[in-house]
């Protein structure tokens, strides 16, 4: 087998939200189409880790390198292009556009995105609701919109935040279709995640954060001899 290559690389990461210093020294890697999912209890720092790596943050410091790119000292606008998509925990739905109209909004910043058809596809709910106000779609259609809409603009490395939190079992299963058909056709992908039960079996590899710090890294085939820690880190 081809070793993997290394797709982002963050290093000594330290994070700042004006006086508050939330990360110390995180370090961590992701192979390229590699599926890694960030454990921790709230505050841990998992979302200011993703955010970080998009420029979203008061200040960081540290190296960040994303494709053979170090990206630390580049702006938001132009860390996107390097073929990034956020898919952010509060979503971000335009109310006043419909389903279909947020969908086209976000600009394309790489080739081979998918097209209206391949996300109606993955997303049946949304092609019903092409024509419905943003504000009229369900919580679980909203999410769905949200992916979908980051599928469009061409981006292969997504960071996902908590995608699954507080939607009904049958929505959490098309999610974990979608990950796992995006995962066979090469992205790569970092969620944050509090539902273990929804990340366990999607996940190549795991981070455990805590205090802003990565306190454990492992693989899914280390899963089961990890659980007594993970009960005690999370309450797993």
Not at 103 to 115: Q, R, S, T, Y
Not at 152 to 176: H, K, M, N, W, Y
Request: charged share 20%.
């Amino acid at each position: 087998m081809a070793e993997p290559k290394e797709f982002l690389r963050i290093s000594d990461l330290h994070a700042w939200y004006g006086e508050s210093h939330i990360l110390h020294g995180v370090n961590l890697t992701v192979n390229e189409g590699e599926v890694v999912t960030l454990l921790g209890r709230n505050g841990a720092g998992r979302t200011t880790t993703i955010k970080s790596i998009l420029g979203l943050v008061g200040r960081r410091t540290g190296q960040i390198t994303i494709n053979g790119t170090e990206s630390v000292n580049m702006a938001p606008h132009q860390i996107a292009k390097l073929g990034i998509g956020y898919c952010p925990e509060e979503r971000g739905i335009f109310a006043s556009l419909t389903c279909e109209e947020n969908l086209m909004l976000p600009p394309v910043i790489a080739e081979g995105g998918m097209g209206l058809d391949e996300i109606y596809e993955m997303f049946p709910n949304l092609a019903e609701r092409k024509n419905s106000p943003g504000t009229r779609l369900s919580g679980g259609e909203q999410q769905m919109l949200a992916v979908g809409r980051i599928l469009r603009t061409g981006a292969r490395f997504l960071l996902l935040d908590e995608i699954s939190e507080g939607l009904a079992p049958v929505i959490v299963q098309a999610l974990a279709r979608m990950i796992r058909s995006l995962k066979a056709k090469g992205y790569t992908i970092i969620m944050v995640e509090q539902n273990f039960r929804f990340a366990a079996p999607l996940a190549d590899r795991f981070y455990v954060m805590e205090h802003g710090q990565i306190v454990e890294g492992f693989t899914s085939a280390e899963l089961p001899n990890k659980m007594s820690m993970l009960s005690e880190y999370l309450g797993v």
